[in-house]
Every structure is written in structure tokens, then in C-alpha cells.
């Protein structure tokens, strides 16, 4: 079972910043407005164990996102009479496979690699030297470890299939203060690169909380107790998802039944029995979230509300204000879902972490 956040709208992610408490009390009795005790349990959610990566930006990955960016700006030609060299971009199809499966986010054609930007893993990018269009080889690679990118990923041993099709020599432009301020919108260099800097160590930021969060949540889960269903809200949600699914049915020229099979692969009773089951896991979710809310205190200002909700529309949604995004989503919907992002950071803040080197 996923968190509960992604339960509300599933695109929205974890954000890094920390949680605000007391204050707005009206937000933590618009849903579940009743003793949460009479219905669970709740496990124990301070100094829950997790592991965690130390990780420092080095002046290298710096140095690679200066490479990138002048890339970004930079004149190509097809490289027709020799092989691919570092500074080279190059479009390859390739299938990597852990222990001979595919594996997510393993896999990609007509990719764009920078051989020295180091996007990928060094020594995939190094394999490309030397390569001509229409090449086909096979490397086998150990993800580092740590690897903050995809820590699931970590110390293992990986097989790629690779496909070269095309070369394109990049012409960069000179990188000075001059290219820096006209193009990047800094003064100098060295404005530029701190920026870059500060960037990284946010996304390794918000990775690191994002690993922790996945460790903690499901024990937290599963170390509450549910004492009884609140059934007016599992009701509510079982109602939505059979109306959903009967209105896609219809919109289809199917009975409920047929439109199932087709698209869960399951009976009519299997599927009244998972999306009860899945509606009692999201309530229990949600009751976990509400029941931490109250005991910490946490609250979601409207300075906070504008603030988060602005970042998920321009993020995730390619969306320019707050407004539109509520008009994909209902302001209660989307307040709800920011409430549940404190909670889950929160129990971040209060993990006790054990850090790899």
C-alpha cells in the first residue's frame, strides 16, 4: 500500500520542507471529526528505524551539470567519418536487466547521452567511446553504492544491451561570466555553479527523505491496529469507485460485469471484494494521518496552502497558478493531501536514521 498521500492524487510528491505546527485547527476536523481512538490503534511513530546515505556534492558532479548546460546551448553536426568521442552526443536504444528481468526505468530508445555529463554512470557513458552508428554491444556494470539517485538500485549488478544510431559532434559555447549572465541568468561562474550546488543538495535532500518516508510508513501501518471502520467513509469512498468504474462502463456500451474482466481481469465479486478491501486500507491510512495530525499539533496555514499548492501546479502539473490547479482538483482534496505530506514529514523528522558511508 502506497502512502496515503498518493491515495488523494497520486502524482503529487513528497516535498522537503519542514512542517508548521498549531494554529489552524479547523483543518483537522473537516474529515474524521470524531475520537479516532474508538477506531485504532496507533503504533508507535517517533525514533522508527530506517537507513540513510550521507552524501556530499563533489566539485565533479559541478562540474558535469556546467557540462550539460553548455550543451543545452550548444551547435551540433552529424558525425559521419569517426567514431564517437568524449563530448560526443549520442542516441542509443538500451535494455538493462538486474539478475536477467527488466527493471523500471531500465530501458529507453532514442536516448540522449552526453558522453562526460555524466547523466548515466561513468563507465556507461566511457563504453560509448569508440562506437560508430549501427554498433550493438552488451556491458556489464555494479551500480555504486550509495547510489542516491535510485538507492533500491544500490551495489547491484547490471546488464545492458546497447544499440548505437546516431553521433552529433557539439560546437560548446565559450563558458565565461558573459555566457553566465546572458544565458543563465547569473552574474558570474561561480554564482552559477553555487546555484547549481544548492540544487543538488536539495534533490539529494529530498531523495534521502523520500527513502526514509518509504521505510517507515508501511511499519507504521502495520503496527496500527484498526479497532473498528468508520463505515460512513469507507461507504463513501466504495460508492465513488463503483459509480466511476459503472459510469467508464457505460461510457464504453458495457454492462459492469464484462468491462471488469476486461480491464482488472477479475469477477464482479472479486472486484466488490478488492475495492472494499482497498477502500478500508485507504481509510486506515487516512485515520493514521489525522490521528498524528491532532497529537502533533501540525496545521496548514493559507500562506502555507498557496505556497505548496503553487509548487505542486507549476511541478507536477506544468500548471501557472494555484486557481487552475483548482480547477482539476477541489480545494478540500488538495488541503487534505498537503496535511498528509506534514504528517509524513514529520515522521521523517522523527526517524532514528542508521547512515551507510
Not at 566539485?59 to 551539470?65: A, H, L, M, R, S
Not at 543545452?72 to 567514431?83: K, L
Not at 482497498?278 to 491532532?294: F, L, N, P, S
Amino acid at each position: 500500500m502506497k502512502k496515503a498521500v498518493s491515495l488523494i492524487l497520486a502524482a503529487l510528491t513528497l516535498s522537503a520542507t519542514l512542517v508548521s505546527c498549531g494554529g489552524d485547527e479547523d483543518l483537522l476536523t473537516r474529515k474524521y471529526n470524531y475520537d479516532l481512538s474508538e477506531y485504532i490503534t496507533l503504533g508507535d511513530y517517533r525514533n522508527l528505524p530506517a537507513e540513510g546515505y550521507r552524501y556530499e556534492v563533489t566539485d565533479e558532479e559541478i562540474q558535469q551539470q556546467v557540462l550539460a548546460t553548455r550543451s543545452y546551448y550548444s551547435r551540433t553536426t552529424d558525425v559521419t567519418d569517426r567514431s564517437a568521442q568524449s563530448g560526443d552526443i549520442v542516441y542509443i536504444n538500451y535494455v538493462g536487466t538486474i539478475g536477467g528481468e527488466e527493471f523500471e526505468g531500465g530501458s529507453e530508445e532514442d536516448c540522449e547521452v552526453t558522453i562526460g555529463a555524466g547523466t548515466f554512470m561513468k563507465e556507461f557513458e566511457e563504453s560509448l567511446i569508440g562506437k560508430n552508428p549501427g554498433d550493438s554491444y552488451a556491458i556489464d556494470l555494479t551500480f555504486p553504492d550509495p547510489y542516491p539517485s535510485y538507492p533500491e538500485q544500490a551495489g547491484k549488478d547490471v546488464h545492458f544491451e546497447i544499440y548505437v544510431d546516431s553521433i552529433l559532434e557539439q560546437e560548446l559555447p565559450v563558458y565565461n561570466d558573459d555566457f553566465a549572465r546572458v544565458y543563465l541568468g547569473h552574474d558570474t561562474t561561480a554564482d552559477f555553479e553555487n546555484h547549481v550546488r544548492s540544487m543538488l543538495e536539495d534533490h539529494y535532500l529530498s531523495i534521502f527523505r523520500e527513502y526514509v518516508d518509504s521505510q517507515i510508513w508501511p511499519v507504521l501501518v502495520e503496527n496500527t491496529t484498526v479497532l473498528q471502520y468508520p463505515e460512513e467513509e469507507v461507504e463513501a469512498m466504495y460508492d465513488d469507485i463503483i459509480t466511476s468504474n459503472t459510469a467508464y462502463a457505460e461510457a464504453m456500451g458495457l454492462n459492469l460485469a464484462p468491462y471488469i474482466e476486461v480491464n482488472y481481469n477479475m469477477t464482479l465479486d472479486e472486484f466488490y471484494a478488492a475495492a472494499r478491501a482497498e477502500c478500508e486500507g485507504r481509510v486506515k491510512e487516512e485515520m493514521i494521518c489525522y490521528a498524528i495530525a491532532r497529537a502533533e499539533k501540525i496545521s496548514l496555514s493559507e500562506e502555507e496552502y498557496q505556497k505548496r499548492a503553487l509548487e505542486y501546479a507549476i511541478n507536477v502539473y506544468n500548471l501557472n497558478s494555484v486557481a487552475a490547479f483548482e480547477n482539476i482538483f477541489d480545494k478540500e482534496v488538495i488541503r487534505q493531501t498537503i496535511m498528509f505530506d506534514l504528517v509524513h514529514e514529520c515522521l521523517v523528522d522523527y526517524a532514528n536514521v542508521t547512515y551507510k558511508d
